[in-house]
């Protein structure tokens, strides 16, 4: 599929290395080539954009970010340094970048002032990316959630600027990590812990009202929902509103119902695919026919994690072995993002809805009958010899 937008994409500046080295949380030999394209936008970025039919990438500033700074001045200043490097590295190729905001959540009244800063002083931004929680206090060890009320000035000046909000994993504290994760550090990554805090944080967010406080806020997550849609049935079935009367959720939604009006998910990182060669080739892939099935194709985005995923593992993924419907295809790689960052859609990125035709899917071309993404020749047989 041409004119892919993918919207969980890393990037990084120098000064900000030093307190978050992306090495340390990778396998052993690929730090420095990750700081490499951490760093880079321009280059190797956008040539395999270009190789894999990529159109445009949002980018945000790589976690834990200014939510790893325990100290608030130093955060606060770490995340407008980020914000105007990355605004200025955008604005050098806005038809193909743009940018989501950081900003530091000690004090949700400052977080509120440079977001506003950002989405109205600056072309560059679509919205703004927060790594989970804030870490704080002397030792870092304070973790600050934002789904109580006094987090609610950050939610209503995102409201009122129609900002999206999207919600990125990190790691944990020290304190949880040697409580939870010691004796098996493995999991505290990417394999599991990334995905169990930032679904309590989501799910926090969501049942504790403010979505419905503030109907303009729209949230985004990643990595084909951090295990939501797997367990959307036992979750609502679960937030039983006789056992839990003080819930401020309104009470006649269910968490499910916020799906594709103000909560999305990206397929970023999560790119299953089972091949059947019983007797024909099959193209399977459950994880997002799951998601599809519960929360709807209208409430799926798709997306890599570059660098810490490969951007043409990630296009193979989606041209070659997503096999849906033409328009679904079409609206979750590059349409429904359009209608969620409506920002990107006007000066100066100015993109625009596209086609099945337009995307190159579906249809007759040079001998072949293409199924969703699947371009199969009519004189291959299908049969496994």
């Not at 990778?26 to 954009?49: F, K, P, Y």
């Not at 945000?60 to 590295?89: H, M, R, W, Y």
């Amino acid at each position: 599929m041409l004119g892919k937008i993918a919207l969980e994409e890393c990037w990084t500046i120098p000064e900000a290395l030093a307190n978050n080295d992306p090495g340390k949380f990778v396998a052993s030999g690929t730090g420095d080539r990750l700081t490499r394209e951490l760093l880079d936008i321009h280059d190797m970025r956008l040539r395999q954009m270009d190789e894999n039919g990529v159109d445009f990438m949002v980018l945000s500033f790589v976690s834990a970010g200014c939510q790893g700074i325990s100290d608030p001045a130093k955060a606060e200043a770490l995340a407008t340094l980020a914000n105007d490097k990355l605004e200025e590295e955008v604005m050098k190729n806005p038809t193909r970048f743009a940018a989501f905001a950081a900003v530091s959540m000690h004090d949700p009244k400052q977080a509120a002032k440079e977001l506003t800063r950002c989405m109205t002083e600056k072309k560059g931004f679509v919205g703004v990316l927060l790594n989970d929680f804030q870490s704080s206090g002397p030792d870092g060890n304070t973790m600050l959630f934002f789904d109580q009320p006094e987090y609610d000035p950050f939610w209503k000046t995102a409201n009122d600027l129609k900002t999206p909000v999207y919600l990125h994993p990190r790691i944990s504290s020290s304190l949880i990590h040697n409580q939870m994760w010691k004796g098996r550090p493995w999991l505290d990554f990417s394999a599991l812990g990334y995905a169990d805090r930032l679904n309590m944080h989501i799910l926090g967010i969501i049942t504790n009202g403010v979505l419905d406080r503030f109907p303009d806020v729209k949230l985004i997550f990643g990595h084909m929902g951090e295990h939501i849609p797997y367990d959307i049935y036992r979750i609502d079935h679960k937030l039983d509103r006789a056992r839990f009367p003080k819930m401020p959720m309104r009470k006649d939604k269910l968490v499910r119902d916020y799906f594709g009006d103000q909560v999305f998910i990206t397929t970023s990182g999560h790119f299953s695919t089972l091949l059947n060669w019983d007797r024909f080739i099959v193209q399977q892939t459950p994880a997002l026919v799951c998601a599809m099935g519960e929360i709807g194709s209208q409430s799926i985005m798709f997306s890599i994690d570059y660098p810490f995923e490969s951007i043409p593992n990630a296009c193979a993924w989606w041209d070659e072995h997503v096999s849906v419907n033409q328009h679904d295809l079409v609206n979750m790689g590059r349409n429904n993002v359009l209608k969620v960052l409506p920002r990107l859609t006007e000066e100066p990125h100015n993109l625009k809805i596209m086609t099945p035709a337009e995307g190159q899917v579906g249809g007759l071309r040079e001998g072949k009958v293409t199924y969703g993404m699947y371009n199969e020749d009519w004189s291959r047989r299908l049969v496994k010899q």
